[in-house]
């Protein structure tokens, strides 16, 4: 059983940094792509961000410049540096292994305005 947990989210105001992290229970080398996704009260969970194995990053057009994936191979840890928060950035933060099953228990990120 493969086990991501996350860390680091918190209230922040408008304009400051969170950096959350998802340390994995197994390599993450296996792992072919890592993505954080988010989901907000009443709205569908969105991927956010995702890095493949080789380090290619890819974000939604709303975190673009903001946010910063990545990933260390030796700690089997992912992070999301989250610059410039916007209260509309206000969600649950989850890690996940793209196309795989697992996911984290999700950590709560709260910006206010």
């Known amino acids: 059983q493969v086990q991501l947990v996350e860390s680091g989210g918190g209230l922040v105001q408008a304009g400051g940094s969170l950096r959350l992290s998802c340390a994995a229970s197994i390599s993450i080398f296996s792992i072919n792509a890592m993505g954080w996704y988010r989901q907000a009260p009443g709205k569908q969970r969105e991927l956010v961000a995702a890095i493949t194995r080789g380090g290619i990053t890819n974000y939604v057009d709303s975190v673009k410049g903001r946010f910063t994936i990545s990933r260390d191979n030796v700690k089997n840890t992912v992070y999301l540096q989250m610059n410039s928060l916007k209260p509309e950035d206000t969600a649950v933060y989850y890690c996940?292994?793209?196309?795989?099953?697992?996911w984290g228990q999700g950590t709560q990120v709260t910006v206010s305005s």
């Open positions: 996940h292994d793209l196309g795989g099953p697992y």
